[in-house]
C-alpha cells in the first residue's frame, strides 16, 4: 500500500466523506494508499449490527487480528 497520495488531504476527506454509505468504495479506498485508509475505515465501522452469531464471531475475529478497528466503532 502507498503511503501517500497525490490529492490534497482535504480533497481526499471531502470525497470519502461523500461516500459514507457505500461500503464497497469504502472498501476500495480503504487500500488505496495509508491516507485514505483511516477516513474510509471511520465510516466503514461506525455504525455495526450484530444479528447473527456468524457476525458476532466475525466481528470478534477481526478484533483479534485487528485491535486498531475498535477505534472507529460507534455503535453496535
Not at 480503504?30 to 466481528?59: D, G, Q, Y
Request: hydrophobic share 35%.
Amino acid at each position: 500500500m502507498r503511503t501517500h497520495s497525490r490529492l490534497p488531504r482535504e480533497l481526499t476527506d471531502i470525497v470519502i466523506d461523500e461516500l459514507w454509505d457505500d461500503s464497497a468504495a469504502l472498501r476500495n479506498c480503504s487500500l488505496v494508499c495509508t491516507i485514505w485508509h483511516k477516513p474510509a475505515c471511520r465510516h466503514l465501522f461506525r455504525e455495526i449490527t450484530l444479528h447473527s452469531r456468524e457476525i458476532c464471531r466475525a466481528l470478534n475475529k477481526l478484533l483479534d487480528e485487528s485491535p486498531r478497528v475498535n477505534q472507529y466503532i460507534r455503535s453496535l
